[in-house]
């Protein structure tokens, strides 16, 4: 086998061709993707089931409209995760997509796709209220989201818990 192919020759005068290519169901699947610390977006994926030894790096595609994407960066086989500095979390979410990198520069598919949820906070007539964008990129979908609030001690304490189709907040 020559990166992944197999050939065979009819006679020695003649053809050879691959046979098979192991290739071309090798892709990533993103585990999750979240905003960090307020700053930045945290996107972590699983590497290949087929041909993992394979993969030579990986491009790292995001998108702000979930439909066009753009190449942002490549990281080494090794990596199996990235954070995202370069975005405005306050004003917009993100969308990501992985694609493995072989060494036989074979095409592989891009992963699924992983997104940011964008939070909202305002103070209207003394009362916070949140909402945000809901995250639509899991198979099962979401069953609830945990409203957290940071207390006078610098922890973080649960407040409430809503609905997964729920994507607003009034703490009263």
Do not use: M
């Not at 979240?34 to 290949?48: G, H, Q, S």
């Amino acid at each position: 086998k020559l990166c992944g192919n197999s050939y065979q020759s009819i006679s020695d005068t003649s053809v050879a061709g691959p046979i098979d290519n192991i290739f071309k169901n090798q892709s990533t699947e993103v585990a999750r993707t979240t905003v960090v610390d307020n700053y930045a977006v945290l996107t972590e994926w699983r590497k290949p089931e087929t041909v993992p030894e394979y993969v030579a790096s990986y491009n790292i595609f995001r998108s702000d409209d979930g439909e066009y994407y753009q190449l942002i960066d490549n990281v080494p086989a090794g990596i199996h995760q990235y954070l995202d500095n370069d975005v405005d979390i306050n004003n917009q979410s993100y969308y990501y997509k992985i694609e493995a990198l072989n060494t036989c520069l074979v095409s592989t598919n891009k992963s699924n796709r992983g997104s940011s949820i964008l939070l909202r906070a305002e103070l209207k007539n003394n009362t916070n209220v949140l909402d945000w964008t809901p995250y639509e990129d899991w198979d099962t979908g979401v069953d609830h989201y945990i409203i957290e609030k940071l207390n006078e001690h610098g922890l973080w304490e649960i407040i409430d818990k809503v609905s997964g189709k729920t994507t607003y907040f009034q703490d009263d």
